[in-house]
């Protein structure tokens, strides 16, 4: 088991940035996979970033490829999302994810762990 716990949402400007942060307890963070998503109102998650547990490779969304970067601490159990350059697209909810073995990234359904979101909101 591991709990998570996201901050750092907020409102922002457009072409602003924001750090989100994904505090985790419980198990041992360095086993966990993390994974960042976002809903929107609507049914679907969608994928952001992912970070394996090394810390070394990461996965991007196209639409975030250039503009937000993925990074962990496992010293601190906590992965961390930069959103950089942020649109008003960007509005949702953000969530954080973990799963001891990443098979799929873009997957919601691939992770055994959520938190309970952060509200991010940016205004034209």
């Known amino acids: 088991q591991v709990q998570l716990v996201e901050s750092g949402g907020g409102l922002v400007q457009a072409g602003g940035s924001l750090r989100l942060s994904c505090a985790a307890s419980?198990?041992?963070?360095?086993?966990?996979?993390m994974g960042w998503f976002r809903q929107a109102p609507g049914p679907e998650r969608e994928f952001v970033a992912a970070?394996?547990?090394?810390?070394?490779?990461?996965y991007f969304a196209d639409s975030a490829k250039g503009r937000f970067t993925i990074s962990r601490d496992n010293a601190n159990n906590t992965v961390y999302l930069q959103m950089n350059t942020l649109n008003p697209e960007d509005t949702a909810v953000y969530y954080c994810a973990a799963v001891v073995n990443l098979r799929v990234p873009f997957n919601p359904k691939a992770y055994d762990y959520w938190g309970q979101g952060t509200q991010v909101t940016v205004s034209s």
């Open positions: 970070i394996r547990r090394n810390g070394v490779s990461t």
């Open positions: 419980g198990r041992t963070f360095s086993s966990f996979d």
